[in-house]
């Protein structure tokens, strides 16, 4: 925007070194309402001096306005002390910059405001020459970008984190496996056992990351006590389930069979499912306000304290109940963890 600052400068003042305020021929005014960018002319106090047509309406001032008001107050007030500083540090002879924003029609407007101070061979700021540009369309591609770089950085993350307790939960199947064997007195039974909780964890895997934005998923409805037993079924009989039957959308099923294969996963890693007499206990209501389901671990590692930080899942998965409208809460118990989930009748359907 400098380059055109110092052409809009030339046409406005081709000899700045008699000339306090510029008086515009019809050709400049002509060739200065010819571009998009609000062309204004400032006195080193801070006055309207002049003005080409896109300023005019943007500023919402007649074009045969004879000018002379301060500008800053035609501004939105949210960007008057910004704008106060560039218009000082202009007549005192720096170029300033500031972003301004306006309210339109359209919405808002974002402005990138260049002050120019016009000096003469003295060094002395005869006046200011103030282009704002409209970057809106610029913002909007900028932030679109910003999202969908963080989109990319989110699934990055997502994907090592999922590897990683890929190899936890099946070491953890393989020991499950083994013991289940033993009990039955079937030591060479395992691995057909380990191949069945394998396949459930599939399945399960399949509701949990199924595509979230619901545009590829069935329209039917699942009984909720089914997906329970579909995700924790790896687990054997180490996992309690009770509660009443009610039947939750395709969409709002990815989201709970997510919220389940990660408390399950977490388990394995560090809670009931990690020790060989730890136990899971899954119950539900459903009432007027919606869907309450808590997960209770017994049995497990004693807590000591609740962990400082959440994991990159934990937090993934408190942010899609959330966009449900729904809440998370946790109890660190010594004897293990409780999980509280809540979701409003309007997110079930």
């Known amino acids: ?9 030339g046409i406005i003042f081709p000899d700045v070194s008699s000339k306090i305020e510029p008086h515009l021929s019809a050709t400049q005014k002509a060739m200065l309402d010819a571009t998009p960018d609000c062309i204004k002319v400032l006195s080193v106090d801070g006055k309207l001096v002049t003005m080409n047509r896109a300023g005019c309406l943007a500023l919402n001032i007649p074009a045969e306005s004879e000018f002379g008001m301060p500008w800053l107050p035609l ?10 500083a560039a218009l000082h540090q202009a007549a005192e002879g720096h170029n300033a910059r500031f972003a301004g924003q306006s309210v339109s029609e359209d919405g808002i407007r974002y402005w990138d405001n260049l002050l120019t101070p016009i000096v003469n061979n003295a060094g002395q700021v005869l ?30 993350r997502e994907m090592q984190h999922r590897i990683k307790n890929l190899f936890t939960v099946v070491s953890a199947l393989i020991s499950i496996s083994e013991k289940e064997a033993a ?50 079924k790896p687990y054997g009989d180490r996992f309690r389930a009770n509660g009443c039957q009610i039947y939750v959308g395709s969409a ?40 309450d389901l808590t ?14 930080r959440q994991g990159f899942g934990s937090e993934m998965v408190d942010h899609i109940v959330q966009t449900a409208g729904g809440t998370v809460n946790r109890n ?8 509280e989930l809540h979701l409003p009748l309007s997110a079930l359907i």
Request: glycine residues 6%.
């Open 1 to 9: 925007m400098e380059v055109a600052a110092r052409i809009y400068a």
């Open 183 to 232: 009990s039955d007195q079937s030591p060479a039974h395992a691995t057909k056992i380990l191949r069945q909780k394998l396949h459930a964890l599939g399945r399960a895997s399949d509701a949990a990351f199924a595509d979230r934005t619901g545009e590829h998923l069935d329209t039917k409805q699942i009984e909720l006590g089914s997906l329970v037993h579909s995700v924790l």
């Open 75 to 84: 501004l939105p007030e949210q960007v008057h002390e910004p704008g106060l």
């Open 127 to 156: 006046s200011i020459l103030c282009v704002s540009r409209d970057v809106t369309e610029k913002m909007r591609i900028e932030r679109e970008l910003e999202a969908a770089i963080h989109r990319e950085k989110l699934l990055s």
């Open 295 to 308: 997960w209770v671990e017994d049995n497990g590692p004693k807590i000591e304290e609740a962990p400082q």
């Open 332 to 339: 660190w118990r010594s004897q293990g963890l409780v999980t």
């Open 252 to 291: 709002i099923m990815t989201m709970l069979a997510l919220f389940l294969h990660e408390l399950a996963t977490n388990s394995v890693k560090y809670g009931a499912f990690s020790g060989d007499d730890g136990i899971v206990s899954v119950q539900w209501s459903s009432g007027d306000s919606g869907l």
